[in-house]
C-alpha cells in the first residue's frame, strides 16, 4: 500500500463539494426539457438574469450544458442559446465536446489520462470536511444504486468525481477534467441505461465508490487508482478506437 503524508496546505482555500455553476446548468437543463429542439431559450444577458450567478459563473454553466449537449450557442445579431438538436441513435458513440462531435473513446481516453492527477492532488488536499462531504455523496449514490435507480446513480457518481476535482489548486486541471468528465458521463447514463444486468453492475460501481474513498481517507495513492480502474462509467467497447 502507498500511503502519502498529507503537506502543508501552503495558502489553499478549501474547496467544498457544492458547485454554482452545476446548479445552474441544472436550471438550463430544465428549460432545455420543456422546449422543442433548435428553439431558442434567449440570449445569454437574458438568461443570466433567469438562472442568476456572475459572468463567470454563468459561462462555465454554458460550457457544462453545451458538453451535454444540450444546448448551441451562436454569437451574432440572430444568435443566442439555442436548444440542441436530440441525437440520433447512430450518435450515440459521439459526445459533444467544445461545440464539436468527437468519438467516445477519444473522451474516455482523456478522462482517463487526467484521473490520476485528480486523484493525487485530491490525496494530498482533501480535509476532514472533505471527505465527509465526499462520504455524503458516496451515501446517496449508494441509495440510488439500491433503489436500481439509473439515472440518479450517474448523476450522484458524476457529483463525486467533480468534487474530488474541486479539491485540486490547479484550474487547469479542474476545468479540463470537469469538461471530459461530463462528456463521458452525458453518453455514459444512456449506455448504463442498457446494460441487461444493471442492477448488479450500480451495486458493483457503488462498492468501487466506497472503496476509493477509503483510500483518499487513508491518503493511499495505489487504491485509489485501482478503484478507478474498477469504476468506468463507460462500456468497455466504447475504448475501442474510431
Known amino acids: 500500500m502507498t500511503v502519502i503524508e498529507h503537506p502543508a496546505r501552503g495558502g489553499y482555500a478549501e474547496r467544498g463539494v457544492g458547485n454554482r455553476a452545476e446548479q445552474i446548468a441544472e ?5 432545455v426539457r420543456g422546449a422543442l429542439p433548435g428553439s431558442r431559450l434567449g440570449y445569454k444577458h437574458e438568461l443570466r438574469h433567469l438562472c442568476g450567478g456572475s459572468v463567470g459563473t454563468f459561462n462555465e454553466a454554458l460550457r ?14 440572430g444568435g443566442g442559446v439555442f436548444v440542441a438538436d436530440r441525437p440520433t441513435p447512430s450518435g450515440r458513440a459521439r459526445v459533444s465536446w467544445d461545440g464539436a462531435a468527437v468519438p467516445v473513446a ?25 471527505i465527509a462531504s465526499l462520504r455524503t455523496v458516496v451515501h446517496r449514490a449508494g441509495e440510488a444504486a439500491a433503489g436500481h435507480d439509473v439515472r440518479m446513480f450517474v448523476q450522484w457518481d458524476r457529483d463525486l468525481h467533480a468534487a474530488m476535482a474541486d479539491l485540486s489548486p490547479h484550474a487547469a486541471l479542474r476545468g479540463m477534467y470537469r469538461l471530459v468528465l461530463d462528456a463521458v458521463l452525458h453518453d455514459g447514463s444512456a449506455m448504463l441505461r442498457l446494460r441487461k444486468d444493471t442492477a448488479g453492475r450500480l451495486q458493483s460501481r457503488h462498492q468501487g465508490q466506497v472503496e476509493l474513498l477509503a483510500a483518499l ?16 462509467t463507460a462500456d468497455p467497447e466504447l475504448r475501442r478506437p474510431s
Open 64 to 77: 457544462l450544458a453545451q458538453s451535454r449537449g444540450l444546448i448551441v450557442a451562436r454569437p451574432g445579431p
Open 27 to 31: 436550471r438550463i437543463a430544465e428549460l
Open 106 to 130: 477519444e473522451a474516455v481516453r482523456i478522462r482517463d489520462a487526467l484521473e490520476p492527477l485528480v486523484v493525487e492532488d485530491a490525496i494530498w488536499h482533501a480535509s476532514p470536511a472533505d
Open 217 to 232: 481517507e487513508a491518503r493511499d495513492l495505489a487504491g485509489a487508482l485501482h478503484a478507478l480502474r474498477d469504476d468506468d
